[in-house]
């Protein structure tokens, strides 16, 4: 039976699992529609071994594909999309959360990856930088870093309320936005998927662009200091 969660594309793709690539976001969606979006993100997010998942550029493609002007990849649901992207990236982060409340460092110590222990170090210095309010939020747009901070404001004994208040609006903030802007964009310019991978690109820069300006802000007001 079809679903809405699924476009026709998962049928001929479930037949031969390798056909899939998870570093592709138009893979992923058109393989698994609405819900593979929230299982990327609950992984990307609550996982340590999502770390290498590509949440940004999914986001961003998955907005693109819900405007009748792509044409390249599926054909998805706005609401759906966006309700996908909010779940998986909030119940991701609030189970990395809980994981490193109770498994604490020893999680990132077991791994021998050298890109998630320099993600642990960015997100300590977040944490230490600007407080787990403002570092919560800044690190939805960090990749590595999003996936890291949440197990580590577990560890570190962050308050549960803090962390779930911000947390939710970060992840809104972060969700939202990048889809709403690849809607925004598939909907104003004809084809656009043709240049899907410069825009991906550039949308990744984009997307630090908050946490630099914290950066330059801290600067300056350290200097005043």
Same mark, same amino acid.
């Given at each position: 039976?079809?679903?809405?969660?699924?476009?026709?594309?998962?049928?001929?793709?479930?037949?031969?699992?390798?056909?899939?690539?998870?570093?592709?976001?138009?893979?992923?969606?058109?393989?698994?529609?609405?819900?593979?979006?929230?299982?990327?993100?609950?992984?990307?997010?609550?996982?340590?071994?999502?770390?290498?998942?590509?949440?940004?550029?999914?986001?961003?493609?998955?907005?693109?594909?819900?405007?009748?002007?792509?044409?390249?990849?599926?054909?998805?649901?706005?609401?759906?999309?966006?309700?996908?992207?909010?779940?998986?990236?909030?119940?991701?982060?609030?189970?990395?959360?809980?994981?490193?409340?109770?498994?604490?460092?020893?999680?990132?110590?077991?791994?021998? *990856?050298?890109?998630?222990?320099?993600?642990?170090?960015?997100?300590?210095?977040?944490?230490?930088?600007?407080?787990?309010?403002?570092?919560?939020?800044?690190?939805?747009?960090?990749?590595?870093?999003?996936?890291?901070?949440?197990?580590?404001?577990?560890?570190?004994?962050?308050?549960?309320?803090?962390?779930?208040?911000?947390?939710?609006?970060?992840?809104?903030?972060?969700?939202?936005?990048?889809?709403?802007?690849?809607?925004?964009?598939?909907?104003?310019?004809?084809?656009?998927?043709?240049?899907?991978?410069?825009?991906?690109?550039?949308?990744?820069?984009?997307?630090?662009?908050?946490?630099?300006?914290?950066?330059?802000? *801290?600067?300056?007001?350290?200097?005043?200091?």
């Amino acid at each position: 039976m079809w679903s809405p969660w699924a476009p026709p594309a998962v049928h001929a793709l479930a037949l031969d699992p390798l056909a899939v690539d998870p570093l592709n976001a138009g893979s992923l969606l058109g393989a698994f529609g609405a819900l593979g979006i929230a299982v990327v993100l609950f992984a990307e997010t609550g996982l340590l071994i999502g770390f290498f998942l590509p949440g940004d550029s999914l986001l961003f493609t998955a907005g693109l594909f819900c405007t009748t002007g792509a044409r390249s990849g599926p054909h998805l649901d706005l609401a759906q999309v966006l309700a996908a992207s909010a779940v998986g990236a909030l119940a991701g982060a609030q189970v990395g959360f809980l994981i490193g409340r109770r498994g604490g460092r020893g999680l990132l110590a077991r791994s021998r *990856s050298e890109r998630l222990h320099a993600g642990a170090l960015r997100a300590e210095e977040l944490l230490a930088r600007y407080g787990h309010r403002k570092a919560v939020v800044l690190a939805r747009f960090v990749p590595v870093v999003r996936t890291v901070l949440n197990p580590l404001a577990g560890a570190l004994g962050v308050n549960v309320r803090t962390f779930t208040l911000w947390q939710v609006v970060g992840g809104l903030v972060w969700t939202f936005g990048l889809v709403l802007a690849g809607y925004a964009l598939g909907s104003s310019v004809p084809n656009v998927d043709r240049y899907l991978l410069p825009i991906v690109a550039v949308v990744v820069l984009v997307s630090l662009l908050p946490l630099l300006l914290e950066l330059r802000r *801290s600067r300056r007001r350290a200097k005043h200091r």
